[in-house]
């Protein structure tokens, strides 16, 4: 099994940047494609970006296409995600989540554990 722990989170002004982070402890992370995903206040959680198990591919939701950027290191077993041009519209809790031999996936039920999620913040 593997564990997640998100980090980066917190408050940026709208047009500022942030990078969240996701470390993967366990044997699977290689093994595992990669997802965020992100729940605004009062609404139901959503796709943001997937990653491939060997980070080839990429997958974004329209919302974030040209703003966001996925990245994964295998060899430390860390997901990224780079925000940029952030609007208040992206507030959200963001979560990291890992599909074990599976495809990246925008489904949100494909996926098999998750991290414990990151606040993030955009004020206008």
């Known amino acids: 099994q593997v564990q997640l722990v998100e980090s980066g989170g917190g408050l940026v002004q709208a047009g500022g940047s942030l990078r969240l982070s996701c470390a993967a402890s366990?044997?699977?992370?290689?093994?595992?494609?990669m997802g965020w995903f992100r729940q605004p206040p009062g609404k139901e959680r959503e796709f943001v970006t997937a990653?491939?198990?060997?980070?080839?591919?990429?997958y974004f939701a329209d919302s974030v296409r040209g703003r966001f950027a996925i990245s994964r290191d295998n060899a430390e077993n860390t997901l990224h995600l780079q925000m940029n041009s952030l609007q208040p519209e992206d507030t959200a809790v963001y979560y990291c989540?890992?599909?074990?031999?599976?495809?990246?996936?925008?489904?949100?039920?494909?996926?098999?554990?998750w991290g414990q999620g990151t606040q993030v913040t955009v004020s206008s």
């Open positions: 990653i491939s198990r060997s980070g080839d591919n990429t």
């Open positions: 989540a890992g599909r074990h031999w599976g495809p990246a996936s925008t489904r949100l039920n494909d996926y098999d554990y």
């Open positions: 366990g044997r699977s992370f290689s093994n595992s494609a």
